[in-house]
């Protein structure tokens, strides 16, 4: 097994536990918990992502801790993005959508073909709506804005099951 993407998903199960603790409000028994899949597209590396997301909870009424990583390939490049966003949520009266923006720790790793892998740890933004298109499914659009040394804009198409 690659050393690399080992590293990778350990820290990533740790940021997760850490973070999840952190919250310390998980409220499962509400619907508090959900997790999806997504993919997107990164303008800054011209690269494909796919990952997962989730929402593990609501604190302070309007906010929710949401943890989400993405892999990205192509550009001869591989990453690894591990996000500790915390989004809160505005929902216009009478709307079937819901507006969120949210910050929060962003770990990037990325490996060049035929080179050692780099990380970096920074701030980055994100904005999307989340809205219902089935019975069960929700869906969200969302942009990340990067500061510093990671992704500047990055797109994402994701639904939660």
Known sequence: MNKCKFFSGALFFIFVV???IMTNEINAAAGGLSFGVRGGYDTDSKQILIGGQSELGKFLEIARFSPSVDYGFGQDMTTFAFNGDVHVFLTPPGASATLYGGAGPT????????????SEIGLTLSGGIKFG?????????????????M???RILLGVYF
């Open 151 to 153: 992704p500047d804009l």
């Open 18 to 20: 850490v973070m999840g």
């Open 107 to 118: 770990f990037f790793v990325f490996k060049p073909k035929g080179g050692n892998s780099d």
């Open 133 to 149: 298109a089935a019975k069960s499914r929700v869906y969200n659009l969302e942009g990340r804005f990067g500061f510093d040394k």
